[in-house]
């Protein structure tokens, strides 16, 4: 894919992934148009003032619940990343209507938008949390790649293509629990909710290159899953405090032990390729001679972060959370 040509659009633009996204573009991709779409006008000044001044940027106030700036902002775009989403499990539990407003009817509306104004290429972000969902946000986040997958039908073999990727735990975004624990290793004590968890991990820059990668190869109404590590809390909270207690609070509701990036129901029509698996559509309407490459998974395979082959050593993890254990420091003497 010629980048230079494109013009893109991130919806929550102004937040960790979108961000990162931004910077690897204007660095590494040089499209002729990022725009970021946000809410937040605090942040979009943020973001301008710390450096996000290219010529090539635009910033739009706007909200994803609110098609027709969805419509104005999508005039002339090729490609969209919709990034936009209310991710916090806690906030979502206590405010479900607005959950769903965001994350399923902002995505539609993101959908709709697209289709009127001829945008080539749209791909979601889900999360692990979308697989058999424990809580309203994984319900929500479901419910969006739902949606995206079979939009393709809407559009037909020639139109729109619609696709998802979905990955782990990102370290150091919203809510990534090393900051906290950063945090608290002053206090000599961890927050810990269970000794047996584990989670997938990647970082910013590893997803945003996986979401970059996707674009360029989709067909509309894949479910792109990166292989990425797993690693026990336990393990992280030793590596960045192992001197410190742990006070262990039992696991919160709607949180899982375990997360799963591939059910085994889904891996019956999943691909598996060298770096990542591919679920592809169920129900096709909109192609039905649509095929991918790669190699059909074994009866009874799940993706799970605590059956996962591939593990984070303690080498990997200090230097995964190397940035942030410096950027505390700078905070600190701040």
Known sequence: MDWKNQVVLVTGGTGSFGKMFVEIMLKEYYPAKV????????????????????????????????????????????????????KQVPACEYNPMEAIKTNILGSSNVIEAALDAGVRQVLALSTDKAVNPANLYGATKLAAEKLFVQSNAYAGAAGTHFS????????????????????????????????????????????????????EQMRGGE????????????????????????????????????????????????????????????????????????????????????????????QQIREIIAPFETSSIRESEG
């Open 223 to 314: 479910v792109f899953i990166p292989k990425i590590p797993s690693t026990r809390i336990v393990d992280l909270a030793r590596t960045i405090a192992p001197d410190a207690e742990f006070n262990v609070v039992g696991i919160r509701p709607g949180e899982k032990l375990h997360e799963l990036l591939l059910s085994e129901d889904e891996a019956r029509s999943a691909l598996e390729l060298e770096d990542m698996y591919v679920v592809a559509p169920a129900h096709p309407f909109w192609q039905q001679d649509i095929q991918y490459q790669g190699t059909p998974l074994p009866q009874g395979f799940s993706y799970a972060s605590n059956t996962n082959p591939n593990w984070l050593n303690e």
């Open 35 to 86: 725009i970021i779409f946000s809410r937040d006008e605090l942040k979009q000044h943020e973001m301008r003032v710390n450096g996000f001044d290219h010529p090539s940027l635009r910033y739009f106030i706007g909200d994803v619940r609110d098609v027709d700036r969805l419509r104005r902002a999508m005039h002339g775009v090729d490609i969209v990343v919709h990034a936009a989403a209310l």
């Open 164 to 215: 998802c990727v979905r990955y782990g735990n990102v370290v150091g975004s919203r809510g990534s629990v090393v900051p906290i624990f950063i945090r608290q290793r002053q206090n000599g004590k961890l927050t810990i909710t269970d000794e047996r968890m584990t989670r997938f991990w990647l970082t910013l820059e590893q997803g945003v290159h996986f979401v970059i990668r996707c674009i």
